[in-house]
């Protein structure tokens, strides 16, 4: 049998393809909603029309962002009992614990707030109005809590037992899946990422805004809080992953040691920023290299020694039985050089758009009057800036919105890729966790109807958002500066206003 075709492979691009699809919308989720709470937080301390308009702009990508999140990641769970039936059997009681947690405490938690956000701008006042959306905030940050923990469990699986008169695993210790190293480490550095995210989305529109001489109160607010935290935020994911680069040197060292290609085991082993070659046959070239860093990196140490592929296949080997349990080598080298340089780029662009629009920058006479006709190179004074420099900073902004999406792809892939041959690291191998009673048919079909659904829905996405970001800041009206002092209204005949 073709290998492309077995069942394991195509039940893994299906779930792959899911999987990398939802997490586009994640990480923007949760940090959209904790930014556009805090603009509206700004509105209700200083009355301020720009904070306003800032909010209901931004809300709007949100809302559209959280709909189409929804949607996509119901098709998750469904998969675990089309294609994956024997993993949801053996270790459904663990895994299907948090996923629980999460659609009965969080999601509806997240869903009634956001209902009342949503539908309560005329009908509830400004502070209550506001703890609603900074519910929904918490509500998505606890969201991710718990399917992390699943993943984490997945990873390192810890309080649990294996029933074999049952044939199956069983929880034992719930507060341990919840609060394990892994768990923790691993929620740190996805919310670090997912904020890094949002901030690059908002430094990206705002950038368009900007350059186009529009809406420029607005977008310099925008523009501001944008830079200040994909800067804080990049630095968090920097020493998020540089930690739970430690925690995955000590359960799962294959992944470390295929994330360089290391082949055989070295003292001070150093970390190839590029290489070329063959690095599935441990032949490549290296263009530029680190020496040590890898060693930093597992172990904290540049000199501690760091076991090769080959080192750790014979152990695993003698552990679980004969077998290959090395994953795809280039797919793990090149998505962990991926995930940290698109998502580092933005940071560099961060740091730099930081600089430019310091304060000094942001008191040309135009800027102050408020008008809508000021070149947009005047947000750069600084008279040593070339302004074909300051063009290009503007397309580089504009760009850096997709870069830690990017970047969130192909960490997850090096996160799923990474660990294989196993489903639930040292417990299940995932040729064991498919579905034993699903055709290769059956598989193609589905698989193809969900991407060509997927490729539908991100048209319809990106034209919903295209159409919404060049609309820019709406106008506000009478009811929009006089929010109601009382639940239910100041008008109780007044029918309710929808704002969006």
Same mark, same amino acid.
């Given at each position: 049998?073709?290998?492309?075709?077995?069942?394991?492979?195509? #039940?893994?691009?299906?779930?792959?393809?899911?999987?990398?699809?939802?997490?586009?919308?994640?990480?923007?989720?949760?940090?959209?909603?904790?930014?556009?709470?805090?603009?509206?937080?700004? +509105?209700?301390?200083?009355?301020?029309?720009?904070?306003?308009?800032?909010?209901?702009?931004?809300?709007?990508?949100?809302?559209?962002?959280?709909?189409? @999140?929804?949607?996509? /990641?119901?098709?998750?769970?469904?998969? !675990?009992?089309?294609?994956?039936?024997?993993?949801?059997?053996?270790?459904?009681?663990?895994?299907?614990?948090?996923?629980?947690?999460?659609?009965?405490?969080?999601?509806?938690?997240?869903?009634?707030?956001?209902?009342?956000?949503?539908?309560?701008?005329?009908?509830?006042?400004?502070?209550? %109005?506001?703890?609603?959306?900074?519910?929904?905030?918490?509500?998505?940050?606890?969201?991710?809590?718990?399917?992390?923990? #699943?993943?984490? +469990?997945?990873?390192?699986?810890? @309080?649990?037992?294996?029933?074999?008169?049952?044939?199956?695993? *069983?929880?034992?210790?719930?507060?341990?899946?919840?609060?394990?190293?892994?768990?923790?480490?691993?929620?740190?550095?996805?919310?670090?990422?997912?904020?890094?995210?949002?901030?690059?989305?908002?430094?990206?529109?705002?950038?368009? %805004?900007?350059?186009?001489?529009? %809406?420029?109160?607005?977008?310099?607010?925008?523009?501001?809080?944008?830079?200040?935290?994909?800067?804080?935020?990049?630095?968090?994911?920097?020493?998020?992953?540089?930690?739970? /680069?430690?925690? =995955? !040197? &000590?359960?799962?060292?294959?992944? =470390?040691?295929?994330?360089?290609?290391?082949?055989?085991?070295?003292?001070?082993?150093?970390?190839?920023?590029?290489?070329?070659?063959?690095?599935? &046959?441990?032949?490549?070239?290296?263009?530029?290299?680190?020496?040590?860093?890898?060693?930093?990196?597992?172990?904290?140490?540049?000199?501690?020694?760091?076991?090769?592929?080959?080192?750790?296949?014979?152990?695993?080997?003698?552990?679980?039985?004969?077998?290959?349990?090395?994953?795809?080598?280039?797919?793990?080298?090149?998505?962990?050089?991926?995930?940290?340089?698109?998502? =580092?780029?933005?940071?560099?662009?961060?740091?730099?758009?930081?600089?430019?629009?310091? &304060?000094?920058?942001?008191?040309?006479?135009?800027?102050?009057?408020?008008?809508?006709?000021?070149?947009?190179?005047?947000?750069?004074?600084?008279?040593?800036?070339?302004?074909?420099?300051?063009?290009?900073?503007?397309?580089?902004?504009?760009?850096?919105?997709?870069?830690?999406?990017?970047?969130?792809?192909?960490?997850?892939?090096?996160? *799923?890729?990474?660990?294989?041959?196993?489903?639930?690291? /040292?417990?299940?191998?995932?040729? %064991?966790?498919?579905?034993?009673?699903?055709?290769?048919?059956?598989?193609?079909?589905?698989?193809?109807?969900?991407?060509?659904?997927? #490729?539908?829905?991100?048209?319809?996405?990106?034209?919903?958002?295209? &159409?919404?970001?060049?609309? @820019?800041?709406? *106008?506000?009206?009478?009811?929009?500066?006089?929010?109601?002092?009382?639940?239910?209204?100041?008008?109780?005949?007044?029918?309710?206003?929808?704002?969006?």
């Amino acid at each position: 049998m073709d290998l492309a075709l077995a069942p394991e492979t195509l #039940a893994r691009w299906q779930f792959g393809i899911t999987t990398v699809y939802h997490f586009l919308f994640v990480p923007l989720t949760i940090s959209l909603a904790a930014l556009t709470a805090g603009l509206q937080t700004a +509105w209700v301390r200083t009355n301020k029309e720009k904070y306003l308009r800032a909010t209901k702009f931004w809300g709007k990508l949100f809302l559209i962002n959280i709909a189409m @999140g929804v949607v996509t /990641g119901i098709v998750q769970e469904f998969q !675990f009992g089309m294609n994956w039936s024997d993993y949801s059997r053996f270790v459904g009681d663990i895994f299907g614990a948090p996923l629980a947690f999460e659609a009965l405490i969080a999601f509806f938690f997240e869903s009634t707030f956001i209902g009342l956000w949503i539908f309560g701008w005329d009908k509830l006042p400004k502070k209550i %109005h506001l703890a609603c959306i900074w519910m929904v905030s918490i509500g998505t940050i606890a969201s991710a809590y718990f399917i992390l923990a #699943a993943n984490s +469990w997945m990873q390192h699986p810890v @309080g649990y037992k294996i029933n074999a008169q049952r044939g199956r695993a *069983e929880l034992t210790d719930f507060w341990l899946v919840l609060t394990q190293n892994t768990t923790l480490n691993q929620v740190f550095h996805t919310l670090s990422a997912a904020f890094l995210t949002g901030g690059a989305f908002m430094v990206g529109i705002a950038a368009y %805004h900007l350059a186009r001489k529009r %809406h420029i109160a607005e977008m310099k607010t925008s523009l501001r809080l944008g830079l200040i935290t994909v800067v804080i935020a990049g630095m968090l994911t920097a020493l998020s992953g540089d930690t739970l /680069g430690k925690v =995955m !040197f &000590k359960q799962q060292p294959m992944k =470390m040691a295929a994330a360089e290609a290391l082949w055989d085991g070295e003292d001070s082993a150093p970390f190839s920023v590029f290489a070329y070659g063959d690095v599935e &046959k441990g032949r490549n070239t290296v263009a530029i290299e680190i020496p040590g860093l890898l060693s930093f990196l597992a172990d904290n140490d540049f000199s501690s020694h760091v076991p090769g592929i080959n080192d750790i296949n014979k152990a695993e080997q003698a552990r679980f039985g004969p077998g290959d349990y090395r994953p795809m080598i280039p797919t793990t080298y090149w998505s962990f050089r991926w995930m940290i340089g698109f998502g =580092m780029s933005s940071f560099l662009l961060g740091l730099v758009g930081l600089w430019l629009t310091r &304060k000094k920058f942001w008191l040309a006479p135009a800027l102050r009057t408020g008008e809508d006709e000021v070149p947009h190179l005047a947000l750069f004074k600084n008279k040593a800036l070339n302004p074909k420099l300051a063009r290009v900073y503007w397309l580089l902004a504009l760009w850096t919105l997709a870069f830690p999406l990017i970047a969130n792809s192909w960490g997850w892939i090096f996160t *799923e890729m990474g660990r294989q041959p196993w489903a639930v690291y /040292g417990v299940l191998q995932t040729r %064991h966790a498919v579905s034993p009673g699903v055709s290769q048919g059956e598989v193609i079909t589905s698989m193809s109807i969900f991407t060509a659904l997927y #490729a539908i829905l991100a048209v319809i996405e990106v034209k919903l958002l295209v &159409k919404y970001i060049k609309a @820019g800041p709406p *106008e506000l009206t009478e009811d929009d500066l006089n929010p109601p002092t009382r639940i239910g209204g100041d008008d109780a005949d007044r029918p309710m206003a929808f704002s969006y």
